[in-house]
């Protein structure tokens, strides 16, 4: 039984940990909510240096060559500080968008790029209020051209690379376009979570590049976001303890009646939950990472489950912080928000709980159907 | 069973009708009193004439004796009241806090002086009050505030920080509680005093909160003099003022307005698609919405249980603490539901379904849950007064606050 | 505003009250248990003689004439006492069935048997294990005789009369059937809850009469459960109720640590949410009550939240009233698992929670589109 | 990251297979083994000559010295040989208290006489213990206890009564706590002793449960003579010595068995029917059973991660505390959904889908919750030992068990 990361990959998590707590602790999430900053580029060069942005890239690429294990714990770290960097945009979804489906020369062109954190990517395919059907995308491809409206597209603005889900005659086609080139244009969309700016991005016409197989976009899609939904439990958990561990320091040092609040069962037992919570998240998150690095055939269930999970822990983790500070809970200046908005950022990025709980149930009955 | 009006009531409503109908606009269907307003120096001018024209007309101070200055009414009276005017458009009450707290108090611990003075321009809406208990280091635990006053002459000087004051950058008047002998316990040391806002050393500075709005304040005391003509009650009996405060508080009958709920609800997931189908199809949503409707629906038919008791005369029961306790998390569970409904875009704050209406209520629900009173001491209060369980294991009720302070410092 | 039950109706529950208080103690919830009775004769004999089994009849029929808001009264006080005796079955179902949709002839003949407790009568609807569509019922009318096998039965073994739904040539029937005729067999099933007891009942030809419209059964099945489900949730307010008290009473008694180990937020939290699911079934249940008596458009909504908020403040109420009692509450010997027990049946006789939401849900559809 | 054995501990799941395949019949797929069984005269001897072939193929005490007579293993070949065994009809445990507990107790707080008569057997299967620490007035407080040994020459004199003791009525011996002195305070008064439990004046009785099974027993103690020289630790020192069983208790490995989970929840969700359409497809449902899900491979993947811990000779995390918090509620929860699936068949509690099975389950997770450790007592030990918050505030400290009894009758 070996059901556990290896020494070396929690050496990368110590190392990635301790970086994002010298260099991105709570007081740069509000330099960036607040200010005109895209993202913290300080932070992100630092996760570049340390190899963190390629950990599953090939070496060929200039990535680290590992695999999806290390990505996990990369991802807990960068979800415990809250930092403000475009992490699961561009390594969790663009680049590994790329990996899964780039042709050589995209590859070539791309990875080492990302890798460096010299280009940053995004997927795109909300198209503004309410959930439509893959099949009913405005934003059209045709003629190696991208037309159409993308909103909200996480990390918009700092993202020099988009992966687009468009339609277009063969039916939903994922296509890459530089950011950078004509016929595209963008402003900024205000969200729940300042600290994370989105956008609404225009193409006019822009040259955008099949990835992948024409018409397969849906399917691409899934794959990415069941993927992603993995890596997005682990920054899940990471949050989730954060908040814990700001709740239950707070619970020692504040007193009422006479005692710490932390001593009343009400608050007890609270935090309790948020620890089993966070438990049985990560239990499931460790198996949905093995399932990921092993491609094994439960992966559809352990991604499911690891989703649901992850989001159920940091949403309630989150918002028991805030109860837990009381009246300070809900100011702007004290802390606890910061969590609070990121916990509901990462559960609508890639699909809301509803929707993962009725795929792990469709992956359960195929499973027990066969 | 009937939700019909007696006939006094009817009339009254009549005449309460006619009153808003000549001198309010009548409100849009569908739209509601916007909860958070900026209370800049317009707003506060048209809600001061708006009090003296309700006055006027016998609709202000419904529930108080014609001797203080009120109408003598039933508080039925004050809720049929509040249920026609909600259907107009009027001014923001920057008058609850005075006259359902602060002036009730002092008509009850005040002098003749106090009253001559006060009363009156409150009722009018010439002077606002506000109320200042709160403190950083005492929340839920009122009584452990550490704002200091100490004895100089006929005066007393008072130093020390208040926290969540509504309205003190409007108000005129203030009802203060503050520690006067640290000696002894707790709740014995405190003394109630009321203070002129503009008084030398009273600083306000809102504070901004997760939901962007701003309508508590900090107050911060420097030096700050006020006359011992100005206490209320005596001298270390500031608690048993306090309490009448706070009862008072309790009394006030609020109708959450502004507030998503399950039309809103229903109306988004009918718009709204899961799975290719629309939201409203899907049975965990089905399932989620009639659990709503039942929190929501039970909450209302509780005011009318409420209403009920009133419109007899008699005491309403235990019952009506529940609607905090439960609104709160309902408001949190509907708006992040119906984010979830509107996919990525649940996370525009600005646009979008409800022009992100949705947003800023489950921003605003974490607080709900604490202000006021903590989801975790309301369940205290069900448990304690209406099912008659134990209190809590109380550390603080034999020493005296200073050696409470220096024992939390010592940890 | 006049939202409460009268000055007599309170008075009605009241002498209802005492009479189970002294006369139906839960002593008398365990001799039905274990001993051979079917059922409590002597409470259900001073049932009918305080007129409460007729509370909603007319009194050309021997009732007391007044209406479902006596019946809710009642029904509050028979689920505190936990009572074992046919009042769902007889009062609820059998009794409204026939005042609903009775033939003269049927009503004289009935109801004064009925409302005297000379009659006990049952609703047969349930043809074995889980659920199946009216369409598919397997008991068939025909020629006036019923022929087909109906099972769980509440109060199946005392009863004299059944309401059974039967399919036929022109669908989905209700008749009519007098137990103690020939073609009727019985035998006891057992049950979570053997206070009640349950049977299965054989029909072999036994005679039939229509009960309301030819083909109308599932129709009329729905008219008589939405009824029963406002009088239910009276019946499970009350237990829950008892069930709170018990719990709280239990908390104020019992020391551990050195404390009541009511003092404990754990405890008091759990109460205070007991209480709080039980005021808001109240609040439904007394809108669903005011429908009910005024037939009001608005029934079929009130209805189905009323039997949503009885289940679950019945539910809540009895288990965690087990759980306040630690290990002496899992002893048969002490007296929360009769709530526990009751509680379920009554979740289940009238259809469960998940069925009783989608209803409401498309109640609130229906009005809002209206 | 992997489920697979070390070679080590590949080799030692074949030998126990191999064992195992040579001694016991392979269980059913699908079937499992049952929870709540007569303890017959039958079953017990049954039990008796499994637990001696076990001994002798090295698979009793694995992970005791060899001193003692264990198998010097590790704790990681406990549990492989525990998920074969499981794969086999065997006869039920009726040694895992006296194993698992007493016996490590008398090993560290017994004499070497002690030891020498009573481990053998023990192991042997000869004789079976059972541990007598809660009573009526003292579950989850356990050190709150009353029964009274007062001293008589060499002799102690035991009157009082026990609760909840698994197997009392076929155990030889039984560990015994009890107050030597009711006037120091509460923990310091106590000494255990262990007795022969057919002594005179030791009487157990079944106390039968919600869920009709009745393992555990009521066990009265009237003039029970106790000689000193069965005394374990020093007078007045039994809480520390108990503290040692407790300890012991908490490191068994527990793998909840005969439970409905999530497999049968599907597969009744496939075949019933719900609105008219298959269960399973309704949302609602498919919300919960993914809950459900969710859940129950969150513990069995946290078992995983304790094991791989012990595997590495690592002292697992605190996330194995988890377990009986969640699987109580999620027993519960599942029978109580499935019991609604069935409609009204869910109140058959004999026959139907599973035979009853998930009625039997609704009835049992009532006392699941509340057996070995309330919910509300799990949440605080995680509260404080994981998460180091304070304890509650205790009353019980500084004053005698005579004055808290007395304290308590007056109230």
């Keep these: 039984m070996e059901f556990d990361f290896s020494d070396d990959q929690k050496l990368l998590k110590d190392q990635v ?13 509000r330099r960036v909510m607040e200010g005109s900053e895209t993202y913290a580029a300080d932070v992100w060069r630092g996760l570049a240096d340390l190899g963190a942005l390629g950990v599953a890239v090939p070496e060929a690429f200039g990535g680290m ?36 489906f780039g042709s050589d020369a995209q590859k070539a062109k791309w990875l080492p790029l990302l890798v460096a954190g010299k280009a940053i990517g995004t997927l795109a395919v909300a198209e503004g209020a309410r959930r439509k059907p893959a099949s009913q995308l405005a934003t059209t491809f045709a003629n190696d051209k991208l037309t159409g409206l993308k909103t909200p597209v996480l990390d918009g603005e700092a993202a020099t690379l988009a992966i687009v889900l468009a339609g277009g005659p063969a039916g939903p086609t994922m296509v890459l376009v530089d950011l950078t080139a004509n016929g595209v244009s963008r402003k900024r969309v205000e969200t729940i979570d300042p600290a994370r700016k989105q956008a609404e991005i225009v193409f006019e016409g822009a040259a955008a590049d099949v990835l992948g197989e024409r018409g397969a976009g849906a399917r691409q ?32 040092e504040r007193y009422a009646f006479g005692r710490q609040i932390g001593s009343y069962q009400a608050i007890k037992h609270k935090l309790a939950d948020a620890y089993i919570k966070i438990e ?22 352990a991604a499911a489950a690891s989703r649901v999970a992850g989001i159920e822990a940091y949403e309630y983790a989150s918002k028991e912080n805030i109860q837990t500070h009381g009246g300070i809970g809900f100011t702007y200046a004290a802390d606890p928000h910061l969590h609070y908005r990121r916990s509901r950022l990462l559960a609508l990025t890639l699909g809301g709980s509803t929707v993962w709980k009725n795929r792990l149930v469709t992956a359960l009955e195929k499973r027990n159907a066969a | 069973m009937n939700f019909n009006d007696t006939p006094d009531e009817a009339q009254f409503r009549l005449k309460a009708r006619a009153f808003l109908e000549a001198n309010a606009p009548r409100r849009e269907r569908g739209t509601q009193p916007s909860r958070t307003v900026d209370r800049d120096a317009e707003v506060i001018k048209s809600a001061k004439a708006w009090q003296a024209k309700k006055l006027a007309a016998g609709f202000a101070a419904i529930t108080w004796p014609k001797a203080v200055g009120g109408q003598g009414g039933t508080p039925i009276q004050q809720i049929v009241y509040a249920q026609e005017e909600a259907q107009f458009v009027t001014p923001p009450g920057v008058f609850d806090i005075g006259l359902g707290m602060c002036i009730p108090t002092l008509i009850k611990h005040g002098s003749k002086e106090h009253m001559m003075r006060h009363v009156k321009p409150a009722l009018t809406g010439d002077e606002i009050w506000c109320q200042l208990f709160s403190e950083p280091a005492a929340g839920s635990d009122v009584a452990g505030i550490r704002t200091r006053a100490k004895r100089d002459g006929d005066n007393w000087i008072v130093n020390g920080q208040k926290v969540w ?36 050393g009273v600083e306000a500075r809102p504070i901004k909160q997760v939901s962007g709005g701003a309508e508590f304040n900090e107050v911060f005391f420097t030096d700050v003099v006020i006359p011992d003509s100005q206490r209320l009650g005596t001298i270390g009996d500031g ?40 939201a409203i199809r899907n049975g965990a949503i089905r399932d989620r919405l009639a659990q ?36 709160g998390k309902l408001m949190q569970d509907l708006a992040s539901l119906s984010m979830e409904l509107m996919g990525e875009a649940g996370m525009v704050s ?45 550390v603080d009720k034999d020493v005296t606050f200073a050696q409470l302070e220096s024992a939390r410092a010592k940890r």
Tied chains: 1, 3.
């Design chain 1, 17 to 29: 940990q301790r970086f994002l707590h010298d260099k991105s602790p709570l007081t740069v999430v």
């Design chain 1, 65 to 100: 060559g590992l695999g999806a294990l290390e990505l996990c714990v990369v991802a807990e770290e960068v979800g415990r500080s809250c930092a403000p960097v475009p992490f699961q945009s561009s390594v969790c979804l663009a680049t590994d968008a790329v990996v899964q």
């Design chain 1, 221 to 252: 899609l899934d794959t990415l976001h069941q993927r992603a939904a993995v890596v997005a439990a682990f920054e899940q958990i990471g949050g989730a303890e954060a908040a814990l561990y700001m709740a239950r320091d707070f619970a020692l």
């Design chain 1, 280 to 301: 049985l998240a990560r239990s499931n998150a460790y198996y949905g990472a093995m399932m990921l690095a092993s491609g094994g055939a439960d992966l559809p269930l």
């Design chain 2, 165 to 200: 004051t509504t309205g003190a950058h409007f108000s005129d008047f203030g009802l203060l509680l503050v520690r006067t002998d640290p000696d002894v316990a707790k709740h014995k040391g405190l003394t109630m005093f009321f203070l002129d806002m503009k008084s030398k």
């Design chain 2, 239 to 278: 608690w048993t003022v306090a309490l009448t405060t706070l009862m008072n508080e309790r009394l006030a009958v609020g109708i959450a307005t502004g507030i998503l709920g399950v039309e809103d609800f229903l109306a988004l997931a009918r718009s709204s698609h899961l799975d290719e189908e629309p």
């Design chain 2, 292 to 327: 709503f409707f039942v929190e929501s629906e039970g909450l209302k038919y509780t005011r009318y249980r409420m209403w009920t008791a009133l419109s007899r005369g008699e005491t309403p029961g235990p019952q009506s603490s529940i609607n905090k306790v439960v609104s």
């Design chain 2, 350 to 394: 600005g646009e979008g379904p409800g022009n992100g209406a949705f947003q800023r209520q489950w921003l605003g629900a974490a607080g709900f849950r604490i202000a006021g009173g903590t989801d975790e001491i309301l369940r205290n209060i069900i448990a304690e007064r209406v099912l008659g369980m134990p209190p809590d294991v109380r």
